[in-house]
């Protein structure tokens, strides 16, 4: 596929070309090829026929039986809710001890035999980040000569383009220009990118990143020592910008728990790891073979982490941190969380046409993490204010009488249930950063029910745009955090002990 075109010379070029065939093959190559794989399309025929069937019928029973249907629905929508509470915190036991790679020394620089790593900086509206991220990759422990860059700049961004021009980058990295036509998204932008790789494996970094100094060593490392199975390795991801504010913290708890806990325990577990979507390394050759990045999901990586499970290859955490920005602003998070909603979902539609390979591959657990850890994700933050409301509607205001007409229970067990999930959600988010040694961080972790109706709030807004504009990428701006400016490359004393 990919592969087929890749061109064997270096472009050391401002301005790059595509002809039609490339332009084609970046953009809808997965989608001819593999169109179950690809979310070009949001539901397939019998996903949409399901849905209707669904509807209709749901729409019969409420009128037949109003008072049935809506014990029915509150008892299931609960159940699974609860449910996938309690599958978080298996996996938070689970990912207590789980291993990862990286521990062992890394391979000396002067070996020859380390291989070329292509890192993909795809970029928009991001020139003042442009300036950080070259030194963040220069600074990287890694032969030069071993490096390929390319930076993926859209055709439209004048701004980040001048940027370039103005820092000369084009001097030692492939500058790329994204042809202006198809869906706006990383992935495409990727897809592009890796048009012209060259290196064995190859890497994606955001504009905001902050690599620790040796994970291009460490990554070799880890695919020098296992097998041809192995086709990626994700590192963790956390924060410079950890105690800016309220928001900071609950979203670096949240990352604690993702990429130190929950991630490692699906590892262990043998089961699909929705990939973030930075610093994950790929070998080239099985990247091209599976199709390269969704250019119409929008997050191209958790989706990519499922489809190579699919296909039966492997994914494995890296024990080495790239250090972002978290997003300071609630506009702006709100933003970026529903656009990560929003592919969550994509990739669960995808997936569920044909989900026997998880199965195959990974065993029946396989098929039950994609079912309570990436539905769970977007279903219960969806179900958590609706339990709320029917709650508040019953019992405060009195709307519905259920007394005659429902068990008396119900209402108990909905109380029971938000409470339950809510405290284990606080919990899992307070024991989070103890791997790190954040002690001071856990108390806000007793705040999570908040951040949780804020993740909700993102959640409708992603399902009003899976259906209205679902590959709209939502720019998350950088470089608004007031400690942005003074970031440095190297990773300085406050860093490591945050």
């Known amino acids: 596929m990919l592969d087929e075109l890749t061109h064997a010379t270096?472009?050391?070029?401002?301005?790059?070309?595509?002809?039609?065939?490339?332009?084609?093959l970046a953009i809808n190559g997965l989608r001819k090829k593999s169109p179950k794989l690809s979310a070009a399309r949001i539901l397939s025929p019998t996903q949409r026929n399901s849905l209707i069937l669904l509807a209709i019928g749901l729409a019969g029973i409420s009128i037949a039986a109003p008072a049935t249907t809506f014990i029915a629905l509150n008892i299931f929508f609960a159940a699974y809710f609860l449910i996938a509470i309690a599958y978080r915190i298996f996996l938070m036991a689970v990912g207590r001890n789980a291993q990862i790679a990286g521990n062992s020394p890394a391979i000396p620089k002067a070996n020859s035999s380390l291989p070329e790593i292509t890192i993909l900086a795809p970029l928009y509206k991001d020139a003042a980040s442009l300036h950080g991220l070259s030194e963040a990759i220069d600074a990287l422990d890694y032969p030069e000569e071993k490096k390929d860059v390319k930076l993926l700049l859209e055709a439209n961004d004048a701004a980040t383009i001048a940027e370039a021009k103005r820092l000369k980058l084009s001097d030692r990295y492939d500058v790329?220009?994204?042809?202006?036509?198809?869906?706006?998204?990383?992935?495409?932008?990727?897809?592009?990118?890796?048009?012209?790789?060259?290196?064995?494996?190859?890497?994606?970094?955001?504009?905001?990143?902050?690599?620790?100094?040796?994970?291009?060593?460490?990554?070799?490392?880890?695919?020098?020592?296992n097998d041809g199975a192995l086709a990626c390795v994700q590192a963790r991801l956390s924060y410079y910008n950890i105690r800016?504010?309220?928001?900071?913290?609950?979203?670096?708890?949240?990352?604690?728990?993702?990429?130190?806990?929950?991630?490692?325990?699906l590892q262990k577990l043998n089961a699909p790891i929705p990939l973030g979507g930075t610093s994950n390394f790929f070998r080239t050759d099985i990247l091209r073979k599976v199709g390269g990045w969704d250019p119409f999901n929008v997050t191209e990586d958790a989706d990519l982490g499922l489809r190579l499970a699919k296909l039966g290859y492997r994914v494995e955490m890296l024990d080495s941190t790239t250090f972002e920005e978290a997003n300071c602003d609630l506009g702006n998070w709100i933003r970026q969380r529903s656009r990560?909603?929003?592919?969550?979902?994509?990739?669960?539609l995808v997936h569920m046409r044909d989900p026997r390979p998880f199965i195959t591959n990974n065993g029946w657990h396989g098929l039950l993490s994609v079912?309570?850890?990436?539905?769970?994700?977007?279903?219960?933050?969806?179900?958590?204010?609706?339990?709320?409301?029917?709650?508040?509607?019953?019992?405060?205001?009195?709307?519905?009488?259920?007394?005659?007409?429902?068990?008396?229970?119900?209402?108990?067990?909905?109380?029971?249930?938000?409470?339950?999930?809510?405290?284990?959600?606080?919990?899992?988010?307070?024991?989070?950063?103890?791997?790190?040694?954040?002690?001071?961080?856990?108390?806000?972790?007793?705040?999570?029910?908040?951040?949780?109706?804020?993740?909700?709030?993102?959640?409708?807004?992603?399902?009003w745009q899976i259906f209205y504009r679902p590959y709209y990428w939502e720019k998350t701006d950088h470089m608004i955090s007031t400690m942005a400016p003074q970031r440095a490359v190297k990773l300085s004393p406050q860093l490591e002990t945050q």
């Not at 990560?340 to 669960?348: A, C, D, F």
């Open 10 to 24: 270096r472009n050391s070029n401002l301005l790059d070309s595509f002809d039609a065939e490339e332009r084609d």
């Open 176 to 225: 790329i220009i994204v042809p202006n036509e198809g869906p706006r998204t990383k992935p495409k932008a990727c897809n592009f990118g890796l048009l012209r790789a060259h290196g064995e494996l190859i890497v994606i970094y955001d504009a905001e990143d902050q690599p620790e100094k040796d994970q291009l060593l460490k990554a070799a490392d880890a695919f020098a020592a």
């Open 340 to 348: 990560w909603i929003k592919g969550h979902l994509q990739t669960w």
């Open 244 to 265: 800016e504010n309220w928001l900071t913290r609950l979203f670096t708890l949240e990352y604690a728990m993702w990429f130190d806990w929950l991630l490692p325990a």
């Open 371 to 463: 079912q309570l850890f990436l539905a769970g994700n977007v279903l219960s933050a969806l179900f958590n204010p609706l339990l709320w409301v029917v709650f508040l509607l019953v019992n405060v205001f009195g709307v519905f009488s259920l007394n005659a007409t429902t068990p008396g229970a119900l209402p108990i067990f909905n109380l029971s249930v938000l409470i339950i999930g809510n405290l284990a959600f606080a919990a899992c988010a307070a024991i989070a950063p103890l791997k790190r040694g954040w002690r001071d961080l856990c108390l806000f972790g007793l705040t999570a029910p908040v951040y949780w109706i804020l993740t909700s709030i993102a959640a409708y807004k992603a399902l």
